[in-house]
Nanobody, 123 residues
Framework: QVQLVEAGGGLVHSGDSLRLSCAAS????????MGWFRQAPGKEREFVSA????????YYADSVKGRFTISREYAKNTVYLQMNSLKPEDTANYYC????????????????WGQGTQVTVSS
């Protein structure tokens, strides 16, 4: 069973930066990609970003492209989401997840999920 633990959320002002981390433990073979999703109050969970582990190909939602960067630190088995130029509309609970499936934009593709970390951006 893969376990994912997110950290790094917090309360920031518009324009600030945050870096989220997702530490993975447990059997990770055949994991195709790691992804980040977010869910704002009253809204459905949405795709934010993903990283295909073997190829290094990255994927971003249009709303975060150019502001967020996903990366991986192999030695720590950790995936990061660097979030710059944060906006109030980025306020949400952020989740990391892992998938064996190439459909990285689809929430249904992901098998393992972290507990989430809250990001709040004030205007």
């Amino acid at each position: 069973q893969v376990q994912l633990v997110e950290a790094g959320g917090g309360l920031v002002h518009s324009g600030d930066s945050l870096r989220l981390s997702c530490a993975a433990s447990g059997p990770a073979f055949a994991t195709y990609a790691m992804g980040w999703f977010r869910q704002a109050p009253g809204k459905e969970r949405e795709f934010v970003s993903a990283l295909a582990l073997n190829s290094g190909i990255t994927y971003y939602a249009d709303s975060v492209k150019g502001r967020f960067t996903i990366s991986r630190e192999y030695a720590k088995n950790t995936v990061y989401l660097q979030m710059n130029s944060l906006k109030p509309e980025d306020t949400a609970n952020y989740y990391c997840a892992s998938t064996y499936n190439v459909a990285v934009h689809s929430e249904a593709s992901y098998k393992y999920w972290g507990q989430g970390t809250q990001v709040t951006v004030s205007s």
